[in-house]
């Protein structure tokens, strides 16, 4: 009866990792760009670690990677 509700808070939950993963890859490349190399692998490390998580959840759940919308 109520399997939407549970569908929606699925792909919430994939919308708001989907949107952290891309938020930092966007500050990884805005720390190259003004030269801190090292803030820019600690970014990018901190995106793989939510790709990772990301990439779970998508198995879990049986979804796709493709973005939402």
């Not at 009866?1 to 939407?4: E, I, K, L, R, V």
């Not at 995106?47 to 779970?56: F, G, I, P, Y």
């Given at each position: 009866?109520?399997?939407?509700l549970?569908?929606?808070r699925v ?18 490349r ?16 901190e ?14 759940h ?8």
């Open positions: 009866m109520f399997a939407w549970r569908r929606r792909l919430r939950e994939k919308q708001r990792l989907e949107r952290l993963h891309l938020q930092l890859l966007t500050a990884a805005d720390l190259q760009r003004n030269g801190d190399i090292q803030g820019f692998a600690a970014k990018t490390a995106a793989a670690v939510v790709e990772q998580q990301l990439e779970r959840f998508l198995a879990e049986g979804l796709t990677a493709a973005p939402s919308r």
